[in-house]
T-cell receptor, first 112, second 115 residues
Framework: SQQGEEDPQALSIQEGENATMNCSYK?????LQWYRQNSGRGLVHLIL?????REKHSGRLRVTLDTSKKSSSLLITASRAADTASYFC????????????FGKGTSLLVTP | GAVVSQHPSWVICKSGTSVKIECRSL??????MFWYRQFPKQSLMLMAT?????????EQGVEKDKFLINHASLTLSTLTVTSAHPEDSSFYIC???????????FGPGTRLTVL
């Protein structure tokens, strides 16, 4: 069942600006992952953060996790037009063969 | 490494026909494969989880007789949409995990259009 909820649903910014997306979930998790999907394409794995981690960086990406609030955020710094895509958070509770529960996604548009 | 392919990438079929979608792990052994469905502008919904050599576990609301899943080997899983109807039109995505069960590698997806 779907448990992640992204906020905002859509975000439009200009190149060079930072983009912040939030994700909330309902049940306990083992880890939380962020994925990117270009229109009509497959998923690209961005970053995984475990339940005992609070922050993780990868290039221009910064992910935070607050298990007390059951929320995570994805920050993309110095955005580029090529960052235009949909971004999904996915949680893994580890009790269903590690299947992922995806949030509804944030559609990011970065304009030149 | 860790590449997952899907075939076909898109398919158009007539209502009532069956369509088979293949999911292959190209450079690793996938002990578990997952099938997801995504409707336009919506998120991915898990349909079923399959482990090599055993029956798939279907999510609530997914008809196992309509969506037949076969995970016959450690590198191949197939999803057959039987007696397809227009409401089955969707983007079907598979993923596979190997020894590191918390990491899934996604295929590029198959777009199914049922006329």
């Amino acid at each position: 069942s779907q448990q992640g909820e992204e906020d905002p649903q859509a975000l439009s910014i200009q190149e060079g600006e930072n983009a912040t997306m939030n994700c909330s979930y309902k049940t306990s998790i083992n880890n939380l992952q962020w994925y990117r999907q270009n229109s009509g394409r497959g998923l690209v794995h961005l970053i995984l953060i475990r339940s005992n981690e609070r922050e993780k960086h990868s290039g221009r990406l910064r992910v935070t996790l607050d298990t007390s609030k059951k929320s995570s955020s994805l920050l993309i710094t110095a955005s580029r037009a090529a960052d235009t895509a949909s971004y999904f958070c996915a949680t893994d509770a580890g009790n269903s063969g590690y299947a992922l529960n995806f949030g509804k996604g944030t559609s990011l548009l970065v304009t030149p | 490494g860790a590449v997952v392919s899907q075939h076909p990438s898109w398919v158009i079929c007539k209502s009532g026909t069956s369509v088979k979608i293949e999911c292959r792990s190209l450079d690793f052994q996938a002990t578990t494969m997952f099938w997801y469905r995504q409707f336009p502008k919506q998120s991915l919904m898990l349909m079923a989880t399959s482990n090599e050599g055993s029956k798939a576990t279907y999510e609530q609301g997914v008809e196992k007789d309509k969506f037949l899943i076969n995970h016959a080997s450690l590198t191949l899983s197939t999803l057959t949409v039987t007696s397809a109807h227009p409401e089955d039109s969707s983007f079907y995505i598979c993923s596979a995990s190997g020894q590191r069960r918390d990491t899934q590698y996604f295929g590029p997806g198959t777009r199914l259009t049922v006329l």
